[in-house]
């Protein structure tokens, strides 16, 4: 809702008319408060700095649904040039999938905290879990048995108190102090959530060393020692390896409809150490590349001198983040296993299994995975079942024989 001074043909001429205007359902709806003539534009401008305040008080009583709200927002958000589309996706997809199935009044301004706190945040929280698919180049999201975790709780409800707060930017009526909510200390108190399927020790490391294809061992083999986003893996060029002094730069990435993105990651760029095996067989691989994907004349702003460049870069691996979530499923089941979560379990393993065997201090793994201790305890750390021997073993398994 807004109030503005517009000039508009009136009996004995063209007058300065102070409007209020507002949509309903779609709808641009007008309201003249007071017509003044041409040569007093002051007093206009009073008025309608003066009503400007008292509509934020005298909202009209409009009858706004949540569905022609919810459309109205997700233009908003998918016009937003800061963010990334598949960031976009996940702001729409968190109020679409976890929060607007549980709103319990057709309107906005019926809607009021107590309905937030009792009836749609308790649906929110044994909302079901869901997977992105592709299929005939088509994405879609399919619901899983096993309920949303803390996280996506929390970030459901914080995109639903970001649409509260742009029904507000609006002056839509309905109840601001939604927008305020916050979760209590104790709120996730004694809250278990069903841990996402992950795979066993001998289950991992027997898809790794058992893969006959040079490539997609390299993949595997890199994907659990490093422990790196799966759009940072098949964002791995031939300048990201250093064999000097066994370093694998993390500097450029895949988003989320698979577009090159160099000098790009989602948290920090950084170099991280690797084992001699792993540098021999990126070593191998690049051998054996005889036309490797290659990204010609790239146009991109390199953060090291704040300067535009143009240049090629060749990857490493010729993968999509869906094809390579697709090709461990299809590699573990040639082993009989039912894998899930595409390449997710690797990210995990990795960090539980430098947790478990404190090698690391917690800034040192700060840098390497790119992410807080905080965060690897809630989303990342499994627990391997693993005694300290067997925690060893596993270590020695997972970079002995490549």
Not at 140 to 154: D, M, N, P, S
Not at 269 to 294: D, E, G, H, V, Y
Not at 298 to 306: G, I, Q, S
């Amino acid at each position: 809702m807004k109030v503005q001074v517009v000039t508009e043909p009136r009996a004995g001429g063209k007058k300065l008319c102070v409007q209020v205007v507002w949509q309903e359902n779609g709808k641009i709806k007008k309201q003249t408060k007071e017509v003044f003539g041409l040569n007093e534009k002051r007093k206009a401008e009073a008025l309608r700095s003066k009503l400007e305040i008292a509509e934020k008080v005298d909202v009209i009583d409009q009858k706004i649904t949540f569905d022609f709200a919810f459309k109205e927002y997700f233009k908003v958000v998918e016009k937003e040039l800061t963010t990334s589309p598949k960031y976009k996706k996940m702001q729409v997809a968190y109020i679409v999938n976890h929060v607007k199935p549980y709103i319990n009044k057709q309107h906005l301004s019926e809607y009021l905290l107590s309905d937030f706190k009792e009836h749609t945040l308790p649906k929110i929280i044994q909302s079901k879990r869901l997977d992105w698919r592709t299929k005939d180049g088509k994405s879609f999201y399919v619901k899983r048995l096993e309920a949303i975790g803390k996280t996506t709780i929390q970030y459901s409800v914080l995109e639903f108190k970001k649409f509260i707060n742009w029904c507000a930017s609006r002056n839509y009526k309905t109840d601001y102090t939604i927008a305020n909510f916050k979760f209590s200390h104790k709120f996730f108190e004694g809250y278990s959530q069903q841990k996402r399927w992950m795979p066993t020790n001998k289950e991992l490391l027997d898809v790794v060393n058992q893969e006959q294809d040079i490539k997609m061992k390299l993949f595997y083999t890199c994907a659990a020692e490093t422990g790196i986003r799966l759009n940072e893996l098949c964002g791995i060029c031939y300048e990201s390896v250093d064999f000097e002094n066994g370093l694998l730069y993390i500097d450029h990435s895949l988003c989320g409809e698979n577009k090159f993105r160099p000098y790009q990651v989602k948290t920090s760029r950084r170099a991280i150490l690797i084992t001699p095996k792993l540098l021999n067989l990126f070593a191998i691989w690049m051998k054996t590349q005889i036309f490797p994907l290659t990204h010609r004349n790239v146009m991109f702003k390199n953060p090291d001198t704040n300067k535009m460049e143009n240049r090629s870069f060749k990857r490493m691996f010729n993968l999509t983040i869906n094809r390579a979530n697709k090709k461990i499923k299809q590699s573990a089941k040639k082993l009989g296993i039912d894998w899930q979560n595409g390449m997710s379990p690797f990210r995990k393993w990795s960090i539980s299994r430098l947790t478990d065997l404190k090698v690391l201090t917690d800034k040192q793994m700060d840098d390497r995975f790119a992410n807080s201790k905080e965060i690897r305890k809630n989303n990342y750390i499994r627990d391997l079942n693993l005694n300290e021997k067997e925690r060893m073993a596993a270590f020695n398994l997972i970079t002995e024989g490549w």
